[in-house]
């Protein structure tokens, strides 16, 4: 019998326009090799449900949309056999780019059918399940306003970051990781378990899916004159190098505000909110991925 892969697919995600999905897919998949099935989400968490039917009659589920889908059906897939593809369709598509994973669709979709399985950690915030960046502080404070924006793409996040640069006021949190107790005023603190939010911008550069462990970047408050270097840093897998930037590992962190307020927060990008802290840990290997054969970056 040939191999059945089902297609989990976000007709909302990313800027491009969906309706020839289907027909790429059915277009470039080698139906020779493979059977498809094709589903479609309809609501938030809807993925997840999708994904974790699939995986019972399914030999490759792939998310197809930005990483708040892949999150969604990685979530139905979680230590479970059955892997998780992705095809991506979103606005930054950061998993997707750690792991070169082709953004054009034909080139992604042909690739299925020789493909490999690797086992990756995923995170945890709380009970929330993370597989690229996290993280809270000016990141989530600009996610928060982007999920709300009519206009998506880089474009639209960039202007929305530029505006809220100096209406923004760093945060003082405690952390407690690696048997010791820190307080930082920090303008954003990432949890990276790949290096990138998307649109090859790396938060942690070093960043691996199998090492077991968090990369925890901190950046303090910075000035405006000191933002070009600092972009430029974050597209040329040079921040850690910045003296705004401090990257730290470990297998888990507790985070407070120490104002004792709610935690803002993003996980891969979707706004969450966190009210009675915050704990970040990893689940080392906990995730069958199928990625492109050909000494991906994993």
Same mark, same amino acid.
């Given at each position: ?36 099935? /094709? ?15 699939? %995986? ?39 998993? %997707?780019? @750690? ?23 995923? =995170? *945890? ?18 996610? @928060?306003?982007?999920? @709300? ?42 949890? %990276? ?25 901190? =950046? ?13 840093? /974050? ?42 802290? *915050? ?5 080392? *290997?906990? =995730? ?11």
């Amino acid at each position: 019998m040939k191999p059945k892969i089902t297609f989990i697919i976000n007709p909302k995600a990313g800027t491009q326009r969906k309706t020839k999905i289907e027909e790429l897919i059915g277009r470039h998949a080698d139906k020779q090799k493979i059977e498809i099935q /094709l589903l479609h989400t309809q609501a938030p968490g809807h993925a997840t449900d999708l994904a974790r039917a699939s %995986a019972q009659t399914s030999d490759l589920v792939v998310a197809v949309g930005g990483d708040g889908t892949v999150n969604e059906v990685a979530a139905g897939l979680l230590k479970g056999p059955c892997p998780m593809g992705i095809l991506p369709l979103g606005s930054g598509n950061g998993l %997707a780019r @750690h792991l070169r994973i082709p953004m054009g669709m034909e080139n992604a979709i042909g690739l299925l059918s020789n493909y490999e399985i690797q086992r990756i950690d995923t =995170l *945890l915030l709380n009970d929330r399940l993370s597989l690229n960046v996290s993280g809270i502080g000016f990141d989530a404070h600009v996610g @928060h306003l982007f999920a @709300h924006s009519p206009k998506r793409g880089l474009a639209a996040y960039t202007r929305i970051t530029a505006r809220e640069f100096n209406r923004y006021e760093t945060q003082k949190y405690r952390l407690r990781f690696n048997n010791q107790d820190i307080d930082v005023e920090a303008f954003a603190i990432s949890f %990276a378990n790949s290096s990138q939010f998307g649109n090859n911008a790396r938060i942690a550069p070093s960043a691996s899916l199998q090492d077991g462990l968090i990369d925890m970047a901190i =950046l303090s408050k910075f000035p405006l004159v000191a933002a070009p270097i600092l972009a430029a840093k /974050l597209f040329t897998d040079s921040i850690s190098t910045s003296r705004y930037m401090k990257i730290y590992q470990t297998s888990s962190v507790i985070v407070s505000s120490q104002d004792g307020e709610a935690l803002l927060a993003h996980v891969d990008g979707e706004p969450a909110r966190f009210e009675d802290g *915050l704990q970040v840990s990893i689940a080392p *290997l906990s =995730l069958n991925l199928a990625i492109p054969k050909g000494g991906q970056r994993i």
